[in-house]
């Protein structure tokens, strides 16, 4: 929620130190995981557990090519957060984004609600694949 406040500017990045300062040293979260680019609260989520799986992530980045990504990780892998429903065109606008995104070398890893209210650690195991990994070649 945090986040989404700092995003809509809501609550500047002073007032957000100085209703911290009021939260106990044992409840309060460090600061370095707020990010005022976040532009959703399980955008935020995925992140958070990213950060917290001791990886670098970067919010809202612009790739030329494939346009704004919501997460890239490691500079390798982008993760897109899709919290809502495709509308009619997006679809095929995130295909056509992650293809160029592929086509450029760049991992993809796409993210639903589901995902990232409750599989966080699948989402963070697919993400350290994604990294892990040059192309594999599967034989059939």
Same mark, same amino acid.
């Given at each position: 929620? &945090?986040? +989404?406040?700092?995003?809509?500017?809501?609550?500047?990045?002073?007032?957000?130190? @100085?209703?911290?300062?009021?939260?106990?040293?044992?409840?309060?979260?460090?600061?370095?995981?707020?990010? @005022?680019? +976040?532009?959703?609260?399980? /955008? +935020?989520?995925?992140?958070? @557990?990213?950060? /917290?799986?001791?990886?670098?992530?970067?919010?809202?980045? %612009?790739?030329? $090519?494939?346009?704004?990504?919501?997460?890239?990780?490691?500079?390798?892998? &982008?993760?897109?957060?899709?919290?809502?429903? %495709?509308?009619?065109?997006?679809?095929?606008?995130?295909?056509?984004?992650?293809?160029?995104?592929?086509?450029?070398?760049? $991992?993809?890893?796409?993210?639903?609600?589901?995902?990232?209210?409750?599989?966080?650690?699948?989402?963070?195991? @697919?993400?350290?694949?994604?990294?892990?990994?040059?192309?594999?070649? &599967? /034989?059939?």
């Amino acid at each position: 929620m &945090i986040d +989404s406040a700092l995003y809509a500017g809501l609550v500047s990045e002073r007032e957000l130190h @100085a209703i911290l300062a009021r939260v106990p040293m044992c409840r309060r979260i460090p600061t370095s995981l707020f990010d @005022a680019r +976040s532009e959703s609260g399980i /955008e +935020s989520l995925v992140r958070v @557990a990213l950060v /917290e799986a001791g990886l670098t992530c970067t919010s809202q980045v %612009w790739i030329p $090519g494939v346009g704004r990504v919501d997460l890239l990780v490691d500079g390798r892998v &982008i993760v897109e957060v899709d919290g809502r429903r %495709w509308h009619q065109g997006e679809q095929s606008r995130d295909y056509g984004r992650d293809l160029a995104a592929l086509a450029s070398g760049l $991992g993809v890893v796409r993210v639903d609600y589901t995902h990232a209210m409750m599989q966080a650690e699948l989402v963070v195991g @697919a993400v350290r694949q994604a990294l892990r990994r040059p192309r594999v070649l &599967i /034989e059939a």
